[in-house]
């Protein structure tokens, strides 16, 4: 894995810890407004000092009470991790001090392979482990979306299978000891999931368009859960895109598993892997031992980078 090398570690450390200032958990992110879960389970209302909004769900923070539930976040701690989408203007954080990033797909609506692709790739970049979860596994169209899967499980990637109404229990296992993000489009059940795993939430779940095959947005933010005291669970937006301005093209390169035994190895050392001659990953690809939709997508990547 590609360890983590987020710049964006800038909230102000200016204030020394006090008495009075309290550690706790950012459990939901609402623009430049976020809840934080203290260690007693009370929940305060925080805002940043300044225009800083560079926090996600899921990030250590020291807050000053402001008020019995309102607050102000006076630090950051150190991540562990952070998960985040960018394009050439500005970047979105999903989550901050995750272990596993729970892809979720579905045969109805249909996933979108890049998509995919660009989580994998964001999760590779980050130091994340990647779980695929295919849900609603009781729709007919479910086997053939298993097949396209399997290049994915050979490239060592867990795949799990089920329906979050029937059995989602199977996926509490891989939940064990871990603070997973839930990421995918919108229709892929990640409500309905997290629904089944911690009843009496009630989160909004809406219906899947057919005409567009597509879902529709009941998440609207990020939010964490606690599943029991060693497991934790962020439920995200759904996506319809997934940009990944932040990585250098060294980075791109090394966030595909099956090509770091080649790097280092075509005939030219700034080989781009686009259209060189001898290049050991086109050759890869010519003889089976690439996918040729991997090597699509680190294409398509490659060029909007540069």
């Known amino acids: 894995m590609v360890p983590n090398n987020d710049p964006q570690q800038n909230l102000s450390q200016a204030h020394p810890l006090t008495a009075s200032d309290q550690p706790g958990v950012i459990i939901a992110a609402f623009g430049k407004r976020y809840d934080v879960e203290l260690a007693d389970g009370r929940l305060i209302s925080c805002v940043t000092r300044g225009k800083k909004t560079d926090l996600a769900c899921g990030d250590?923070?020291?807050?000053?009470?402001?008020?019995?539930?309102?607050?102000?976040?006076?630090?950051?701690?150190?991540?562990?991790?952070?998960?985040?989408?960018?394009?050439?203007?500005?970047?979105?954080?999903?989550?901050?001090?995750?272990?596993q990033v729970v892809i979720v797909l579905a045969a109805v609506p249909s996933f979108y392979e890049d998509l995919l692709n660009r989580c994998l790739i964001a999760a590779e970049a980050a130091?994340?482990?990647?779980?695929?979860?295919?849900?609603?596994?009781?729709?007919?169209?479910?086997?053939?979306?298993?097949?396209k899967l399997e290049q994915y499980e050979a490239l060592g990637y867990k795949v799990q299978q089920l329906s979050a109404l029937a059995n989602a229990d199977q996926l509490r296992p891989l939940l064990h000891?871990?603070?997973?993000?839930?990421?995918?489009?919108?229709?892929?059940?990640?409500?309905?999931?997290v629904n089944t795993l911690l009843p009496?939430?009630?989160?909004?779940?809406r219906e899947v368009s057919a005409v567009l095959d597509s879902g529709k947005h009941t998440t609207t933010s990020a939010r964490l859960y606690?599943?029991?005291?060693?497991?934790?669970?962020?439920?995200?937006?759904?996506?319809?895109?997934?940009?990944?301005n932040h990585l250098s093209t060294d980075q791109l390169e090394l966030a595909f598993p099956e090509f770091r035994p080649l790097l280092g190895k075509c005939r030219f050392n700034n080989c781009r892997h686009l259209v060189e001659p001898d290049c050991a990953l086109l050759n890869a690809v010519a003889s089976g031992k690439i996918s040729e939709i991997r090597m699509q997508a680190y294409h398509k990547l490659r060029l909007e980078l540069s």
């Open 177 to 193: 000891g871990h603070t997973s993000v839930l990421v995918g489009q919108s229709g892929m059940g990640k409500s309905t999931l």
């Open 127 to 147: 130091g994340i482990r990647a779980l695929i979860l295919l849900n609603k596994s009781d729709l007919p169209e479910t086997p053939a979306a298993r097949a």
């Open 226 to 244: 606690h599943l029991d005291a060693n497991s934790h669970l962020i439920d995200s937006p759904g996506l319809q895109e997934f940009g990944l």
């Open 200 to 205: 009496g939430l009630n989160i909004r779940t």
């Open 60 to 99: 250590r923070v020291e807050i000053k009470l402001t008020s019995g539930n309102e607050g102000v976040v006076e630090k950051m701690l150190p991540r562990n991790s952070l998960l985040y989408r960018s394009n050439e203007y500005r970047k979105k954080y999903l989550a901050a001090n995750v272990t």
